[in-house]
């Protein structure tokens, strides 16, 4: 069965529509791009696929075949070059990628920030960017909107390989930082069980045959396989975070398309709509007000989303709120649907304390988004 490409689709709407994952069609059509052409002809069906579109290079590197049986064998795929550079040391990942190749990432630990909590953990910004990717899932965003957004949070964000395993999150990963820890919000157990669901076959070259899984009966828990028996939580997450070749397994991840359209719906879905809800309230005064009523032009929207994502939705609130009560009253109107919403922006900066924030909540007023009402 083939499908002919019409304005618009992408590989995804494409998937959905034929019951095929992302990657399946990919792998189908020997694809090495996510750009597609109007009128180009996709093989649909793996009965119509010819024996060329499974060469090596579109096959998943076969670590069984080339490392062994068990699941500590083939976590030697992930080779791992360590330099001492006095006070740190710098890590070169290799790893393999759909494409049949050997890829490489560049790290380091003891990373030199106020929020370290794990010397051990690495800091990694990632290569499988934003851009690259982003015709892969235009058509999941409601709104063309929403993926600006998502685009210009992955720029304080990064990759979707991009790790962070240094700070109290135990180990965050993904386009938007998911975080591992559950007092975080373990919002990557919540990727990692929606890719199982989405693909299983796919989570299972990514991180089953690597003796990592989700426990999906009832609330979903990561666990991966030690020497010493099977971490669940936040102790799997942790030898996630100091095991680079664990770490390797999810950078490569990264690369699958199912995986980053995950990624894209999870962040859609915590953070973008609840943000953007017409049920979201915040009390001004004594008064609770929707805050779209009050926040609603281009930057306002991506600032909340922004703050959402670095805070959280309850935190965002709690910086709002003193923020809108500040310009409110220095405005001395009663109209709070007409406040200066780049003042908001610019109380919110000046109320925090830490450099780092008020450096973040700034860059939103270059952004390019508008602010006029």
Known sequence: MTHT???????????????????????????VSTNL????????????????????????????????NSVFQRRQVFQVQQENKGSYN??????????????????????????????????????????????????????????????????NEGCFDAVNSYDKAIFSFG??????????????????????????DVFNECFS??????????????????????????????EVANDLRLTGAFIASAFRPTMICVQVEIALEEYVFKAVSSSVMISIFGNAYSLNQIMSTEGGIAFRVDLAVNRGLSGSLAVLKKAIEQVLSESGSSDISNLDERNIVEKVAMNDVEAWKKQRVLKILDSGFSFEK
């Open 37 to 68: 052409s109007i009128g180009q002809v996709l093989v649909v069906d793996s009965s119509d696929s010819f024996s060329e579109n499974n060469s090596s290079n579109d096959e998943p590197f076969n670590a069984v075949a080339d490392y062994g």
């Open 209 to 238: 045959q690597y003796g990592m899984d989700i426990q999906s009966f009832g609330t979903p828990i990561f666990q991966v396989e030690t020497n010493g028996g099977t971490k669940e939580g936040d102790a799997a997450y942790l």
């Open 90 to 155: 710098t890590y070169v990942i290799s790893f393999p990628s759909p494409d049949g190749f050997m890829h490489t990432g560049t790290m380091r630990d003891v990373y030199p920030s106020p929020n370290q909590v794990n010397p051990r953990g690495v800091s990694y910004a990632g290569k499988s960017s934003f851009d690259e990717n982003k015709n892969m899932f235009l058509d999941i965003c409601q709104e063309p909107f929403y993926a600006d957004i998502l685009k210009y949070i992955s720029k």
């Open 175 to 200: 386009f938007i930082q998911f975080t591992g820890a559950v007092a975080s919000g373990s919002m990557l157990t919540r990727v990692l069980a929606r890719l199982k669901e989405r693909d299983e």
């Open 5 to 31: 490409v019409q304005p618009k689709e992408t590989l995804y709407s494409i998937s959905k529509k034929y019951g095929i994952s992302v990657d399946q069609l990919t792998a189908l059509n020997g694809l």
